[in-house]
C-alpha cells in the first residue's frame, strides 16, 4: 500500500489551466539532474469520459519522455464506484517512449475484480504517477511538503507548477464517467439539495431547487441561486451537453449580509458535472469571490 498522503493526492485532485510559458524547461533540478517526468503530447487529461454504455468507455492519449531519462512509469489508481472507493497500486506500467496510454472501463473492472457492469456514470477515477529516472531515482506526481516542526520532507518530488494543466501533466489527472450526449430537456426540472455547505450558518429553509432552461444558449439556471434564504441571485451555469461539465455562467450574489447572512459576497468559480443518466444528478463545487478559497460541494438530484 502507498503513503497516505499520495492517497489524499489522488481523492483531492484537480486540473488548473494557467498561461506559463511552455517554451521554458520547466523540470525541477533534484541532485543536479533533471527529474524524470511524463507528460501528454497534444493536451491536458480530460476531466471527463463520455459514453453510452461503461464496455465503450476508454481513454487513449500519446505520452512522451520530456527529457528522455525515463526507465519506467507505473501509474496507482483510486476509483469511486458507487461511492465506494478502492485503491490500485502499479495499475499500468510503460517502460518505453514515446507511448500511447490506453485506460479502459474493462482494464479498470478488472483491476478492481468486478464485473463491467458495476461500473456506472458518475464513478470517478484518479491516477497518480511514478516516473522513475535512469540512474533509479523515482518521481512521483505529488508536491514536496515539509514539516517545520520535525524538518522532515515528505510528499513527492516533483514541482507544483508542473502538475497544472498548461504542462500536460501525465503525472497526475483524473476523470468521470459522463453521461452520453444529453440536451436541456433532460435538465429542467425540480431538484432535491443533498449537499449544502454551511449548513450551521445558513440553515437548509429551502430544500428544493427549480432548474430552467437559459438565459442563453448552453446555459441552465438553478432559481434561487446556492442561498435563497440569504437573497442570492440565481445561479447561472454554462453547460458542456457533451461532457456533462459546467462553469459559472453569470456574476451574481451568492449572499446578502442584509437577508442575514455574515456578510455580503458574490458567486466565484463553479466547476461540476451535470450527469442526467445518473438519477439527475448535478455535482457543484461553488467557490466565492471576496472569501475565495472557500469551495464547497453543492450537490442536488432531480425529482
Known sequence: MK????ILVLLSLTMIISCTDDSKN???????????????????APATVSFAVPAEASLSLPIEDVNGNTTSYTLDMVATVGGNVAIVDDFITIDSFPATLTISAQMIADALNMPLSDLDFGD??????????NDGVAFTGQVPVFDGDTGILSGGNTSANLLTGVYRNAMAFNFTFACPVF???DVVGTYDVLNFS??????????????????????????GGEYPDYGADDLVLNVNFTTGTVSRGADGLAFDAAAGAFATDNYGDVSGLVLPCAGGLINLTVDFDAFAGNAHPFNLQKQ
Open 3 to 6: 503513503n497516505l498522503h499520495k
Open 26 to 44: 520547466p523540470l525541477p533540478d533534484f541532485a543536479a539532474s533533471q527529474g524524470s517526468f511524463i507528460r501528454f503530447v497534444d493536451e491536458i
Open 124 to 133: 470517478n477515477f484518479a491516477f497518480v504517477a511514478e516516473a522513475v529516472r
Open 183 to 185: 440536451t436541456t430537456a
Open 198 to 223: 454551511f449548513g450551521a450558518t445558513f440553515p437548509i429553509n429551502t430544500a428544493t431547487r427549480e432548474i430552467i432552461a437559459g438565459p442563453g444558449d448552453g446555459q441552465i439556471t438553478i432559481v
